[in-house]
């Protein structure tokens, strides 16, 4: 079992930045594949960012790609997500999600584990 705690989150203006992080404990991170999705109001879940189980891959939807980096700390069983130029449109709940078939990728459906997120609202 994988416990997964998202903090990090809360309000920031349009251009800001914040940085989410994901604590995962229950299994050794490096074992994992991890990502990010997000759901806005009234909107379904999508995806954010993944990482590979190593750190060397790492996936972003068009929509953030220059703006958002994932990365992860292996010895810390952590993984970030680094959001900077943020729009009104990022708003969101922001999920962290975990892999133990180390698969990973854009798919929600190979994220076995989910934690209860963290909201980002971003004030234009």
């Known amino acids: 079992q994988v416990q997964l705690v998202e903090s990090g989150g809360g309000s920031v203006q349009a251009g800001g930045s914040l940085r989410l992080s994901c604590a995962a404990s229950?299994?050794?991170?490096?074992?994992?594949?991890m990502a990010w999705f997000r759901q806005a109001p009234g909107k379904e879940r999508e995806f954010v960012a993944a990482?590979?189980?190593?750190?060397?891959?790492?996936y972003y939807a068009d929509s953030v790609k220059g703006r958002f980096t994932i990365s992860r700390d292996n010895a810390k069983n952590t993984v970030y997500l680094q959001m900077n130029s943020l729009y009104s449109e990022d708003t969101a709940v922001y999920y962290c999600?975990?892999?133990?078939?180390?698969?990973?990728?854009?798919?929600?459906?190979?994220?076995?584990?989910w934690g209860q997120g963290t909201q980002v609202t971003v004030s234009s």
């Open positions: 229950g299994r050794t991170l490096s074992s994992l594949a």
């Open positions: 999600a975990a892999d133990p078939d180390r698969s990973g990728g854009r798919y929600a459906g190979v994220y076995d584990y």
């Open positions: 990482i590979s189980w190593g750190g060397g891959r790492t």
